[in-house]
């Protein structure tokens, strides 16, 4: 009874709490870093500001996002990055969603493979001439050259279509793709762990529950005790 009554005590703190934590995530969510690695917005002339208008997009700085109704968050599916005097290619991960991006008129050095891992959507990339596609040109169903730049159109499935076991992914898993020229190997319903080796549905009660009650009871003690710095008005 006495736990129950302490809980009852925390809610009011809680549900503060949990609100002021949603608004600030929320709020984050809207601010795309990614959006604005390069000064000015996409044209409307540009492959991607074509691209955004078909797609029915909204541009925001350098990107084109959308959302499918409107209690979804927005993502982003044009990436134009062009002339923006890039030697390298840094975090994309905020633009893993894009089917379109531009990385033309960049005097890129190397572009690592591995900046696109996760992008399953992306099916065309623009890239100055002298780089090749992320993952090779067999990851893509057609590459060529025009105008002085690389298109790299329509990423290959790496895995079995029909998402059978894989001959590279372990017993009791599948392969699924994960980016151009990558996949990764999921455990098959009922089973979990390393390799997929233990068979049953994984404790996920066990294993995040007290740690996510021992990361609430801390939140709540930061807030409080913060609070009491707090100088009354």
């Known amino acids: 009874m006495k736990m129950k009554a302490g809980c009852n005590q925390l809610k009011p703190v809680l549900l503060l709490f949990i609100v002021n934590l949603c608004f600030y995530a929320?709020?984050?969510s809207t601010e795309l870093q990614v959006c604005k690695l390069c000064s000015g917005t996409v044209l409307n002339g540009t492959a991607?500001?074509?691209?955004?208008?078909?797609?029915?997009?909204?541009?925001d700085g350098?990107?084109?996002?959308?959302?499918?109704?409107?209690?979804?968050?927005?993502?982003?599916?044009?990436?134009?990055?062009?002339?923006?005097?890039?030697?390298?290619?840094?975090?994309?991960?905020?633009?893993?969603?894009?089917?379109?991006?531009d990385l033309s008129l960049n005097?890129?050095?190397?572009?690592?493979?591995?900046?696109?891992?996760?992008?399953?959507?992306?099916?065309?990339?623009?890239?100055?001439?002298?780089?090749?596609?992320?993952g090779g040109n067999m990851s893509w169903s057609k590459v060529e050259i025009k105008e002085r730049n690389r298109l790299c159109d329509d990423q290959k499935n790496m895995?079995?279509?029909?998402?059978?076991?894989?001959?590279?992914c372990p017993e009791n898993s599948f392969c699924t793709p994960y980016g151009p020229g990558?996949?990764?190997?999921?455990?098959a319903?009922?089973?979990?762990?390393?390799?997929?080796l233990r068979e049953g549905e994984f404790p996920a009660?066990?294993?995040f529950g007290p740690l996510g009650a021992s990361t609430v009871v801390l939140s709540v003690l930061l807030w409080v005790t913060q609070r009491r710095k707090v100088k009354p008005l």
């Open 26 to 28: 929320s709020c984050e």
């Open 48 to 59: 991607v500001g074509q691209f955004c208008a078909v797609s029915a997009g909204r541009i």
């Open 62 to 101: 350098r990107c084109c996002v959308t959302n499918d109704n409107t209690t979804d968050p927005e993502r982003i599916i044009g990436l134009d990055l062009s002339n923006c005097s890039f030697t390298q290619v840094g975090d994309l991960h905020e633009s893993s969603t894009a089917v379109m991006i």
């Open 107 to 134: 005097p890129l050095v190397n572009l690592s493979d591995t900046v696109f891992q996760g992008f399953t959507e992306l099916n065309h990339m623009i890239l100055p001439v002298d780089i090749d596609c992320p």
């Open 159 to 168: 895995c079995n279509q029909s998402r059978e076991l894989s001959i590279n």
């Open 182 to 187: 990558f996949f990764e190997c999921s455990c």
């Open 189 to 196: 319903d009922n089973y979990h762990g390393y390799k997929c």
């Open 205 to 207: 009660l066990q294993v």
